[in-house]
């Protein structure tokens, strides 16, 4: 992967990162550059000069990792999502994917591997900050005679999408969709993307990427070759599936939106887990189907320590079987 300067940055995924690539820093020892797991955003856009911390999870994490790419339902999701893009006639050469870091980046590799013909690139959106405007101005320079559609591994509570739509910037393609927000969509159940827990040291090579000023691309600092994990990204790429199946049945697209304090969705509360501060961690199933169903999550939580409640049935208002609490501060 290069940046949009032509600096490498890593091996890891077949296509470039359009961002600023700054100095290596070790996320587990230069703490001082990233910013707490409990602050917050509060419409401050200074929260988007510095980025989230990264967690250290252990090796017998990564090595049982790969275990869950071999999901059916997930690889089912993909040829729904793929077949959906080129189903009214829309051809993979037309088609460049802005894969959103982070979560875009492994769902656009698998959807370039889908439709061969289509590109890809990452670059970077926070919700109340927008798009980077240079990133995506570098991503159409590159390929000035194809469609822009923007990637993301899932929604939430569809701030991205609305994000998008604010800066009259769509479609959104996404692997999970339980709101039904997006444009394109591979399911719209509530279900655990085993890539929601990748995280930059081992699967990117760089943070999470933070505003400069408006002139330049967002910058973001390289990680230590040392700790990637290039067998579980390979295992993931290994996983794609083969082929679209044009006969399959694509999700209803009628939105659902309730106003929470709370993450919904599984995946969302994966990424809580990975860079924020949950106080507590609710499931609508039993600790039976909980178990079964979000291995990962519940053993993220006892890695942090999050106090896990099951067969909380409240959570149907939200269209969620997952949902948790944040511990913030403003600063």
């Known amino acids: 992967m290069k940046s949009a300067g032509g600096t490498d940055s890593n091996d890891l995924w077949p296509f470039p990162v359009y961002a600023k690539f700054l ?18 955003y509060t419409g401050d856009k200074t929260y988007w000069q510095t980025p989230s911390p990264e967690p250290a999870l252990s090796s017998a994490f990564w090595d049982k990792l790969p275990n869950h790419f071999k999901d059916e339902e997930i690889r089912r ?46 670059l970077s959106l926070f919700t109340g900050l927008g798009i980077d405007r240079q990133a995506l101005k570098a991503l159409k320079e590159a390929y000035p005679d194809r469609e822009v559609i923007f990637v993301d591994g899932w929604t939430g509570r569809g701030g991205v999408a609305r994000e998008l739509q604010r800066q009259r910037l769509r479609p959104l393609a996404v692997l999970i969709d339980p709101w039904k927000v997006a444009d394109f969509a591979g399911t719209c159940e509530d279900k655990l993307c ?32 040392r700790y990637r994990r290039l067998d579980v990204v390979r295992a993931w790429q290994e996983m794609c599936p083969q082929t679209i199946n044009s006969d399959r049945e694509r999700p209803k697209r009628q939105q659902f939106y309730v106003e929470t304090d709370l993450r919904v969705h599984s995946n969302e509360v994966c ?41 909380q049935m409240s959570l149907h208002k939200y269209q969620t079987r997952v949902a948790c609490s944040i511990s913030t501060t403003a600063k």
């Not at 100095?23 to 917050?40: H, T």
């Not at 990117?204 to 910058?219: A, H, P, V």
């Not at 990424?271 to 039993?286: G, Q, T």
Request: proline share 7%.
């Open 23 to 40: 100095a290596e820093v070790d996320p587990y020892n230069d703490l001082s550059l990233f910013r707490s797991l409990c602050q917050s």
């Open 271 to 311: 990424r809580a887990l990975i860079n924020a501060s949950p106080k507590a961690i609710y499931f609508v199933d039993s600790v039976t189907k909980a178990s079964a169903d979000f291995e990962l999550l519940l053993e993220l939580a006892e890695h942090r320590k999050v106090p896990v409640h099951f067969s």
């Open 77 to 122: 999701a993909a040829q729904i999502l793929a077949e959906s893009l080129v189903v009214d006639g829309r051809q993979p050469r037309q088609i460049v994917f802005a894969a959103i870091l982070r979560a875009g980046v492994p769902i656009a590799d698998w959807l370039c591997r889908l439709l061969p013909g289509a590109k890809a690139g990452g």
């Open 194 to 225: 085993p890539t929601a827990c990748f995280t930059g040291p081992t699967t990117l090579g760089f943070s999470r990427t933070f505003q400069l000023d408006e002139s330049q691309m967002f910058g973001a600092y390289i990680f230590p070759h």
